[in-house]
């Protein structure tokens, strides 16, 4: 039996109104509703190959081999749509990120978002973008939201993402502000689940999460910047508490991560269409409009501490390539005379 094959590419996600916490109703849902922002120049590509002479599950990533958690998360979805198709085979699983994995950025959302349209494909399963959206989920949450283009919500203990407006309803600009380099020290999914364990605020965060939620949500439906910005900020800044007054605290913000704060705030007070926000780590990014996002990357260019700054505009739902187009273009490299 030849292997089933497929390719396929997503782009990261930021959250505008975030996710912390998973429900108690389990399956990784969330215990808070959430709505991001797809991020068009983040993308991972990934290709599946299931093929019945495997024994087990290969995964590269970025050229290395993963073993450990890492691989044990993707055969655990692969197995979910396994276990849909009845196809036992394994799989080899190559995937490759096209932003600065030393910045520190979270691939899981764009990862498994691929990997989960990849990987369905590949195993002829038809079902739709939305329903694709809860087995990406269920690798990781934030991942449910990255098969959509555009402006995407994932309601509280939802099974299912949903597009709340495509790219171009709102041409907005998210400047990623790298100040450290490196592996989080913490990774989400632990650091949400010794939170809700630990913080006397997690109670607090989870009564304010919808409100804030709403109030995003419908600054983006309105495209009104100063409700979503200060929705997004207030979101950021809850989220953030519930961490950092755990036990131990799991604290992501660096020094220059504050600094920022300050700076946008002031920035924004002086007529700059400027909001910040924070994921589990220390780098900051700024939401703005496309007319004033050259003014706004400027100023972080030049602001201490800074090491890099990457420009997104609202990306696209995740998409098939095709791996015949792939194998000419790599056939025309190697061999220009064909
Ligand atoms: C801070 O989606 O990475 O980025 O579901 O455990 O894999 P798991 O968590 P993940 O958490 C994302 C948390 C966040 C906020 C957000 O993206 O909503």
Redesign the pocket.
Known sequence: MTPASARAEACA???L????G?SPLGN?L?AVP?L?LTLDSLRTRTEVSFDGALREDSVVLNGELLQGKGRERVTALLDLLRALTQDSRRARVQSLNDFPTAAGL?S??SG?AALTFAAARALGLSTSREQLTSIA?Q?????G?SLFGGFVE?PKEADTATRLAPPEHWPVVMLVAVVAAGPKPI???GG?IHTALTSPYYPAWLEAAPRVFEEVKQGVLERDFERVALGMEHSTRL?HATMFTSLPPVLYLKGPTVELMHAITARRHAGHPEAYT???GPNVKVLTTREHAQETEEFLRGVPGVTQVLRCAPGPDATLLSLEGELKEAQAILDPAV
Not at 17 to 20: G, L, R, S, V
Not at 139 to 143: I, K, Y
Request: proline content about 0%.
């Open positions: 996600n930021i959250a109104a975030k996710y912390w998973k990784n969330t959430s991001s979270a899981s959302a498994f989920r690798g990781s949450a934030s991942a939201r994932l990774a989400s999914t949400m989220m924070m994921d589990a």
